[in-house]
């Protein structure tokens, strides 16, 4: 069974920091390509960040350039998000989500998320 489990959600004053973890089990991680979505309310889910298998590559929602930063450690199986300069508009809850193709097949999973809030 695989299980996606992120941690780290809080409410942040804006301009504050948090590190979002996402712990894998059940999937051989260091071939997935790890990925932090988000959903604020009302709006649909919207990737946010995505690294590759090797965490050579990532690549950011335009939004969130050069303040935050997708990170994976596969020895761990866990994959971080640290999200600096938080602004209001970040508040949502965000996901995890591992992805890989096999042959013509794309296999992908989801955590159960957690809520980020940024507020005043």
């Known amino acids: 069974q695989v299980l996606l489990v992120e941690s780290g959600g809080d409410l942040v004053q804006p301009g504050g920091s948090l590190r979002l973890s996402c712990a894998a089990s059940?999937?051989?991680?260091?071939?997935?390509?790890m990925s932090w979505y988000r959903q604020a309310p009302g709006k649909e889910r919207e990737l946010v960040a995505t690294?590759?298998?090797?965490?050579?590559?990532?690549n950011y929602e335009t939004s969130v350039k050069g303040r935050f930063t997708i990170s994976r450690d596969n020895a761990k199986n866990t994959v971080y998000l640290q999200m600096n300069s938080l602004k209001p508009e970040d508040t949502a809850v965000y996901y995890c989500?591992?992805?890989?193709?096999?042959?013509?097949?794309?296999?992908?999973?989801w955590g159960q998320g957690t809520q980020v809030t940024v507020s005043s």
């Open positions: 989500n591992a992805r890989v193709r096999v042959l013509v097949s794309d296999y992908e999973f």
């Open positions: 690294i590759t298998s090797s965490g050579v590559t990532t």
């Open positions: 059940g999937l051989t991680f260091r071939t997935y390509t």
